[in-house]
């Protein structure tokens, strides 16, 4: 099993590995820390380009990876700002947990990509798709049952169509309408 502890500059991620650690031993599992700093002091790389913190984020998985495979828990504390660069870097664990620690800096020019963020913005993007699939299938089905029931009543295609339709986008605005006032009354969609 491998944690990934990440978060901003000054967030705690070194503390929270280090309780983390200690709570492991304490019930008999074997753990390796792999504190960044530390580590990017030992490779000697002072790249901080996205080339140069990508490389040093890898060269730490494969680490880690190594450290798994022999049964060990590994807690690895590194900003990882991009999460794109979280997931290569799981991609080499077999088990592992990203825990996120809010708060702290960042330094100049950069910027952090929280789990929240993106699972928030993933979310949404499933949530509309989603949401405009289900809507236009079903108004396609209510349009098409309108139509089969004028038609039975008008016994005319042509009149049964243009009451079908005219029916749904007046059905459509008192839908939306009654939706759009529900929602504003109890304040939602607001964050």
Known sequence: MVYLVTGKRNAGKTHYAITLASELRAVGKDVISIDGDEYRAVMSNKDYSDEGRLRNLIGAAVLAQGYEKQGYVVILSFVAPKQEWREEMQAYWKESKVIYLPGGTLWENTTYESPE???????????????????????????????????????????????????????????YGFHYLWAKRNKLGKE
Request: include cysteine; charged fraction near 25%; charge should be positive.
């Open 117 to 175: 963020e993106v699972v928030r913005k993933r979310w949404r993007r499933i949530k509309v798709k989603k949401l405009a699939i289900q809507t236009i299938t079903y108004r396609l089905f209510i349009v098409a049952c309108y139509f089969a029931f004028c038609f039975i009543i008008f016994g005319d295609g042509v009149r049964a169509f243009e009451f079908s339709i005219k029916w749904s986008v007046v059905n459509l605005c008192l839908y």
